[in-house]
């Protein structure tokens, strides 16, 4: 019977199929990070429960850790401290891996996952982490859980799941220039709405796909759980596997020859069916942001704000009213006339060597606007390294861009660090709900190259329009 990719990794980590419909299944990885990965040891051992196979758990410090050069433990959530410090004690003795702030491996969950080979294609991994799909760019059937998911797969490795239905997202042609997969996301849920995901797991194919680079496919998967998809997932080909193959706890020897064979057939089979399938024309997506307090809320880059007058749902209507009212919005307003406060650079979403390259082609030869607040945070010390053997960290600061530590950083307000109550950011993260980096701060969310471009405008800009000066 032709099987999709999703079927494939599924039916082989199946257990048992249980009374009520839903499913046994087997985890082959579990990472956690100090803001909930403590939490999840803790209650894990007052439970009297141990890890059942400790070598298979791994934890790392990203969420709440100061990013600052010259940090320690500390963090700008009070409190904060006392999480990483449980996380590292907890871990030893729990007997995980765990990769402390200093360790050269540190760096953002699912980046230090990718990194290192703990996500091989074909693997199951969950992480207390909602982005945790962005190892599917690997072809890992990746997702978030909660902390008492957390414990369980810890103790059993096992999880009881609903088996969700699937999707097929089909983009085809070649991504006009300046355009990337954040664009491409974004363009996506947009088009379709926040929700237009919910209850799938999506796998990401056609000439697009294949022709982006893993950097960019992580992003895609990424951004599926702003989809409000279950998990996503990209087919590995050999782009994958030369990556994978020399990642640190990647097979090696005969078990690399056995796992190549099993990575090949990781596919979907023609004739496979899927319960949805979108399409999208590569040459219909142009750079494009956020205007409001949804990713949904997408538009071009030269689009404008939307008239609620002209939604004719009362829901939506009311929905983009309260949004336009947060973002201090009138309808019509041109994105592009937006004068902005702070830009980031950073988190799981676009902070991989590709995006920082993009953003600092951009930057190169130009300064950042007078009164913007620029922020650079690659997302972990292995690409911070590698970033700096180029010299991009010196475009960045040329231009007045901090230049930051790894971690989830200005991603989230919820580790302490806003930018400024009612400052308009543009960002390339994943999230720009109310509050999200600060008290009443406005997020529109971008690629790298349009953040660079709009830093150097103080508004946003079309990175299209922007070019190294001499």
Same mark, same amino acid.
């Given at each position: 019977? #032709? !099987? *999709? ?11 048992? #199929? ?37 070598? !298979?758990?791994?934890? $790392?410090? =990203?969420?709440? +850790? ?10 700008? @959530? ?26 050269? /491996? ?7 996952? %990718? &990194? ?7 693997? $199951?991994?969950?992480c207390p982490d909602?982005?945790?799909? *962005? ?13 008492s998911e957390c ?15 699937? @999707? !097929?997202?089909?983009?085809?042609? #070649? ?13 996506? +849920? ?69 796992? /190549? ?7 979907? =089979? ?33 689009? /404008? ?8 749902? #009362?829901? &939506? ?27 980031? +650079?950073?988190?799981? *979403? ?18 950042? %606007? ?58 390339? *993260? ?20 349009t953040v660079a ?6 508004? +946003? ?6 070019? %190294?000066?001499?």
């Amino acid at each position: 019977m #032709e !099987q *999709t990719l999703f079927d494939k990794i599924w039916n082989d980590h199946q257990v048992a #199929e249980l009374d009520d419909g839903s499913f046994l299944v087997y985890i082959d990885r579990v990472f956690l990070h100090e803001r909930t990965g403590s939490v999840a040891l803790s209650s894990l051992a007052e439970s009297g429960r141990a890890v059942r196979n400790p070598a !298979q758990v791994f934890g $790392t410090v =990203d969420h709440i +850790i100061d990013t600052t050069p010259g940090r320690s433990d500390r963090t700008r @959530m009070p409190g904060g401290e006392a999480f990483v410090r449980a996380m590292r004690e907890l871990s030893r003795q729990a007997g995980i891996r765990f990769i402390d702030i200093h360790d050269r /491996r540190q760096g953002i969950s699912h980046l230090v996952s %990718a &990194e290192q080979g703990i996500a091989l294609p074909g693997l $199951t991994l969950v992480c207390p982490d909602s982005h945790t799909c *962005t190892l599917g760019a690997l072809g890992t059937l990746a997702w978030g859980i909660g902390s008492s998911e957390c414990e369980h797969a810890m103790a059993t490795e096992t999880l009881r799941l609903k088996k969700p239905g699937q @999707m !097929q997202v089909r983009c085809d042609g #070649e991504l006009p220039a300046g355009v990337t997969a954040k664009d491409l996301a974004l363009h996506l +849920i947009g088009r379709h709405s926040a929700a237009g995901g919910r209850g799938f797991a999506i796998e990401f194919c056609g000439s697009t796909v294949e022709r982006l680079p893993l950097a960019g496919r992580a992003t895609l998967c990424n951004m599926a759980v702003e989809f409000s998809a279950f998990t996503a997932l990209v087919a590995p080909d050999e782009k994958t596997l030369a990556y994978v193959e020399q990642r640190p706890l990647a097979p090696a020897g005969d078990q690399l020859a056995s796992a /190549r064979q099993y990575w090949e057939r990781l596919h979907t =089979d023609p004739g496979a069916r899927f319960d949805l399938q979108l399409t999208i024309d590569a040459a219909d997506v142009a750079p494009t942001v956020t205007w409001g307090t949804s990713p949904q809320h997408a538009v071009a880059v030269d689009g /404008r704000v939307p008239d609620p007058r002209h939604i004719a749902d #009362e829901q &939506e209507r009311r929905t983009t009213e309260l949004a336009m009212a947060y973002m201090d919005l009138a309808p019509g307003t041109a994105v592009r006339d937006l004068a902005i406060d702070g830009a980031f +650079i950073g988190s799981c *979403t676009n902070s991989r060597l590709p995006d920082l390259r993009a953003a600092a082609a951009v930057l190169d030869g130009n300064r950042v %606007a007078d009164g913007i607040t620029a922020i650079c945070v690659p997302g972990s010390s292995a690409i911070k390294r590698e970033a700096e053997a180029e010299g991009l960290d010196e475009v960045f600061r040329a231009a007045g861009f901090e230049w930051r530590e790894s971690g989830c950083s200005l991603c989230f307000y919820a580790g302490g660090e806003g930018f400024p109550t009612g400052a308009r950011v543009i960002s390339s *993260t994943n999230r720009n709900f109310e509050g999200r980096q600060g008290r009443g701060v406005r997020t529109h969310l971008a690629s790298p190259a349009t953040v660079a471009a709009s830093a150097i405008a103080g508004r +946003i800009a079309d990175c299209r329009e922007t070019t %190294a000066r001499p």
